[in-house]
């Protein structure tokens, strides 16, 4: 099977980039977890599921975190600014 090594870099560049990246999101999924946790979970634990309220809380929180990450990545893949 031929793989996607764009030109100019070899299978250990590749690899390492790879592994960059899959660091990045493993960091990117435990902020995201962390962040909705804090914000949407009640500190004293009253039952074993998440009650409606924070259900809804932390989908939206998900979302908005996504939708960021993505808007960021494509201004900086663009080489653009955020606005400010």
């Known amino acids: 099977m031929a793989a996607n ?6 299978k250990e560049q590749a690899f390492g980039m790879a592994e960059t990246e899959m660091e990045y999101r493993v960091e990117l999924f435990n902020r995201l977890t962390q962040t909705c ?3 949407c979970v009640d500190k004293r634990y ?7 309220g924070e259900n809804s809380c932390i989908d939206r929180c998900v ?3 996504w939708q960021v990450n993505s808007m960021i990545g494509q201004m900086l893949s663009a080489g653009g600014r955020p606005p400010m």
Request: charged share 30%; net charge neutral.
């Open 37 to 39: 946790f804090n914000k």
């Open 46 to 52: 009253k039952e074993a599921e998440l009650n409606m």
């Open 63 to 65: 979302s908005k975190y």
């Open 5 to 10: 090594i764009p030109a100019g870099i070899d």
